[in-house]
């Protein structure tokens, strides 16, 4: 499994299953504690380690990678891969930069081109999670209260997502492709609406790197 692979995947999928957490979930009706709702009611910023696993339709590892994200709301990400390479995956909720720095290239993206025709259009928090996917409560598993999102998509590229929390905190999450491979997602030490450093969602196209630009109009960096 190469980067490239990886951040193809990672663009039509990770972006569009990820950025929803920032839409504020609208409470359901329930007396009941829910750690889903809990967290993204009044969610602003998160910040938080990760390690990620890449498994194949055999249940072999595919590809094993490790790094820190940083999310705003509205719609700004920074995701970065520290090992075993370094990536940064980078938007300000309007360009999207994906920077390999080991390949010295960048390439630049609208981001509406990237996530409009996925379910992530809902990061524009005026739409309601529940409008674009069947949410499950599957209970508490091996300590970890976890959900099972659906999209209601047929064209979504993962046919289930899982969420899980321990406690009040993001724990992890699981995405089915439709190609029958799994990407899990572990977050560690998750912290949510600290300050976040405005300039973590902006990028500097450094000298001397290729640049690729997907642009549908194709403008300058």
């Known amino acids: 499994m190469t980067r490239q692979t990886l951040s193809g995947q990672w663009l039509t999928g990770i972006i569009s299953s990820m950025l ?12 009941a504690p829910d750690p889903l709702n809990s967290f993204l009611t009044g ?6 380690g990760f390690t990620q ?16 994200l940083r999310m705003q709301n509205p719609g700004k990400f920074y995701w970065g891969y520290q090992s075993p390479y370094v990536q940064s995956i980078i938007t300000n909720g309007k360009t999207l930069w994906i920077y390999d720095e080991d390949l010295e290239q ?16 809902i990061l524009s928090g005026s739409e309601d999670l529940h409008a674009h996917y069947i949410v499950k ?17 047929s064209e979504n590229q993962f046919h289930s997502i899982h969420i899980g929390f321990h406690g009040d905190k993001l724990f992890l999450m699981v995405m089915y492709d439709n ?20 300039g973590s969602f902006e990028f500097a196209v450094p000298n001397n790197v290729d640049i690729i630009v997907d642009r549908q109009t194709n403008p300058a960096p």
């Open 20 to 31: 929803f957490l920032l839409v504020s979930l609208p409470a359901r009706g329930d007396d």
């Open 43 to 48: 969610l602003d910023t998160l910040e938080s």
């Open 53 to 68: 696993t890449l498994i194949g339709t055999k249940g072999n590892v595919l590809e094993e990678a490790a790094g820190v």
């Open 106 to 121: 960048v390439t630049i993206r609208d981001v509406s081109a990237t996530i409009n025709t996925t379910p992530a259009a």
């Open 137 to 153: 409560n599957l209970g508490v598993i091996e300590g970890i209260n976890m959900y099972e999102l659906q999209p209601r998509n």
């Open 179 to 198: 190609l029958g491979q799994i990407t899990r997602v572990n977050f560690k030490n998750p912290v949510r609406n600290v300050a976040v450093d405005a």
